[in-house]
């Protein structure tokens, strides 16, 4: 690069809640990005299995006190292995950008004591992460947004704007644990929103089942027949008619709402999963129907997040856009499993440029703010 740039670890770790993304970027003055390396640090099973508590709303103080300390230093240990992996000096990064684990999401606002705010929460202790690799570190992105009104997501939008462009109509499509959708078109304003549940509810109801962490290249929706009826009764959750700007996780999506909407599921549990697997692909297509295409038409869905592995998955939503052309990451030289990395690590320059980096369109905030908190690194 000619320009000056600066060496930045973005790191993601999103609702599926299985481990730690990380990516060095060197960005420069016009956000053109050379990605260098890449690391993934997986959450031990008793971590895991204590975050799925806290986001689950079955934990008490002391388990997020202690867990914010936890993740903290996992974060800086997936940091700090990314850096001896890429053969960098530590002095040679200038900043890590982290979304940190969010183990409780409240967009909506609620009033108490004459107060009314929505709400979040993500662990992994910058201050933690900044003393074990001595790197400035910068965190808590998503509070700023909702002190400014909106609701602290989708905040990638702004780094998809970055990469993917406005050049023709496109919806770039992440299916992590939650489907969150960025509308990027020449027609309109950039906008997104979280359709629903991209692959929590498939990897709980797979779990459940099959005593699997997630179906791998949707080989056990394959052996499943979609019961109509059933899906027709999963679409009526309200989230899904809900006007955008919206957002959700696992305060909505939790065990309880699976072992709710098992009450009247098929027996054959292979069917369970198909139908699962159709509800996201059909939620998805709903909301272009529903909120993208009266403002803009789509020319192509571009796929992100573990989603783009599941071919039945993309299947059903070719199926439901009625043939929309479906690409992935990988068709614009990007890795589907470290994008969202990549994009802390942009939101992350911002903070340190004094850049506004969040789009008020699609968080509903009421103004562009410049969302971070800072943890500074070694002295001298």
Known sequence: MNKNYKTAIGMMSGTSMDGIDAAIVRIDDDFNFELVNTHTLQYPDDVRKKLLQLANNNANTS??????????????????????????????????????????????????????TGSTLQIGNISVIAQETGIKTIGDFRSRDIAAGGQGAPLVPFADELIFKRNIPRVIQNIGGIGNVTVLSPKCDTFAFDTGAGNMLID????????????????IAKQGKVDEKWLTELLKEPYYSKLPPKSTGRELYNEEYVQNFLKT?????????????????????????????PKTDIKEIVIGGGGAYNPV???????YTGGMEIKTHKDFGIDDKFKEAIAFAMLGYCTIKNIPNNLPNCTGAEKKVVMGVISMGNIG
């Open 204 to 219: 709980s109801v797979v779990n459940r089942f099959f005593n699997l962490p997630y179906d791998k290249n949707g080989e």
């Open 63 to 116: 388990d997020i006190c202690f867990m914010d300390f936890v993740v903290g230093k996992l974060f800086a240990k997936c940091a700090n292995g990314l850096v001896e992996k890429s053969g960098l000096n530590k002095d040679d990064v200038d900043f890590i950008a982290t979304h940190g684990q969010t183990v409780f999401h409240i967009p909506q606002v609620i009033e108490m004591g004459g107060i009314a």
């Open 313 to 319: 998955l993309l299947n059903f939503l070719k199926e």
């Open 265 to 293: 599921a098929p027996e054959n549990k292979y069917d369970v999963v198909a139908t699962i697997t159709a509800l996201t692909a059909k939620t998805i297509a709903d909301a272009y129907k529903n909120f993208v295409l």
